[in-house]
Antibody, heavy 117, light 110 residues
Framework: EVQLVESGGGLVKPGGSLRLSCAASGFTFSSYSMNWVRQAPGKGLEWVSSISSSGTYIHYADSVKGRFTISRDNAKNSLYLQMNSLRGEDAAVYYC??????????WGRGILVTVSS | QSALTQPRSVSGSPGQSITISCTGTSSDVGAFNYVSWYQQHPGKAPKVMIYDVSKRPSGVPDRFSGSKSGNTASLTISGLQADDEADYYCCSYAGSYTYVFGTGTKVTVL
């Protein structure tokens, strides 16, 4: 069974940093591209970042470019999102999501990030 | 990248059919046959219902169907059931390994 479990969320002050992790199991993690998708409270889904299976190709939404860094450790079956210079508009539930080729097929349960002073 | 445009809400009675539209541009929906649709119940993670415009993952009822014409994609739910009440989001590949989601549609079963 495919499982994606996010961790590392919480409350952070504006301008602060946070590192999200996603532990993957039930599939060959190193064979899949992965994504981070977020959802602000009461709002819609927003694609944040993607990383290819080997980690070679990385892309970001304009809203986070230069502040967020996606990475992965295939030996640990883990995906990461380093978030720096956090703003109020970054507050959201962040989902780790597997890419099956031009769409996401599995999602984690999400982790809440709150940005407030 | 601007979000794809969806109606804020759509409703129907049990057994009826409804259609949700998703309008993008020639750079996303119109450029690729990679539109997917997600169902999200309150407090839950999204679930893929349609991918590659009209393909259904295993386990998704054939009451759900997708199509595309030009810059607009559509999701049709036929034989509406109570459990179909949820938020629905379209998503399009937008090139260079990026995606853009729709604004979301709340489906209400009357």
């Amino acid at each position: 069974e495919v499982q994606l479990v996010e961790s590392g969320g919480g409350l952070v002050k504006p301008g602060g940093s946070l590192r999200l992790s996603c532990a993957a199991s039930g599939f060959t993690f190193s064979s899949y591209s992965m994504n981070w998708v977020r959802q602000a409270p009461g709002k819609g889904l927003e694609w944040v970042s993607s990383i290819s299976s080997s980690g070679t190709y990385i892309h970001y939404a304009d809203s986070v470019k230069g502040r967020f860094t996606i990475s992965r450790d295939n030996a640990k079956n883990s995906l990461y999102l380093q978030m720096n210079s956090l703003r109020g508009e970054d507050a959201a539930v962040y989902y780790c999501a597997r890419d099956l080729g031009w769409h996401v097929d599995y999602w984690g349960r999400g982790i809440l990030v709150t940005v407030s002073s | 990248q601007s979000a794809l445009t969806q109606p804020r809400s759509v409703s129907g009675s049990p057994g009826q059919s409804i259609t949700i539209s998703c309008t993008g541009t020639s750079s996303d929906v119109g450029a690729f046959n990679y539109v997917s649709w997600y169902q999200q119940h309150p407090g839950k993670a999204p679930k893929v219902m349609i991918y590659d415009v009209s393909k259904r993952p295993s386990g998704v009822p054939d009451r759900f169907s997708g199509s595309k014409s030009g810059n607009t994609a559509s999701l049709t739910i036929s034989g509406l059931q109570a459990d179909d009440e949820a938020d629905y989001y379209c998503c399009s590949y937008a090139g260079s390994y990026t995606y853009v989601f729709g604004t979301g549609t709340k489906v209400t079963v009357l």
